[in-house]
């Protein structure tokens, strides 16, 4: 049976308290905080234009005020490949995933002295 079918089959009664019930689910019980409101995102295609940062970037961004020589966020890796490069083929790769990842298009301007994340249409 269906879960449709089944509050189908609920008498008036039934189905009035599987409702209230429904209801208390949806609110918060005393004393536990509230949903925080809705993130504002001004966007257009692919997420591009101005975004409020999150607390992690908020947590880098003012380490980086504070101290803007400090390397303490990078990982660093190397790989070595072996090999012919075709250049073109690691450009249009590269080229792609920036592309398809707004990340690697975002800068962080400060905005009325707000630092917001600014996503690029392109590179």
């Known amino acids: 049976m269906s879960v449709a ?8 009664e039934q ?3 599987f409702e209230a019930l429904r209801q208390k689910q949806r609110q918060p019980a005393a004393g536990e905080p509230a949903a ?10 692919k997420g591009v234009g101005d975004w409020p940062l999150t607390f992690d970037q908020e947590r880098l961004w003012f380490l980086y005020v504070l101290d803007p020589s ?4 990078n990982i ?3 790989t070595r490949l072996c090999g012919d490069l075709d250049v073109a083929a690691l450009a249009a790769g590269l080229n ?3 592309d ?24």
């Open 36 to 45: 925080p409101p809705p993130i504002e995102r001004v966007s257009g295609a």
């Open 15 to 17: 189905r009035a308290l």
């Open 100 to 123: 398809r990842h707004g990340s690697w298009r975002t800068t962080f301007p400060v905005v009325d002295g707000q630092p917001r994340q600014r996503v690029a249409p392109a590179l």
């Open 70 to 73: 400090t390397t303490a966020a």
């Open 96 to 98: 792609a995933v920036v």
């Open 76 to 78: 660093v890796t190397a």
């Open 5 to 12: 079918d089944r509050l189908a089959s609920l008498t008036p």
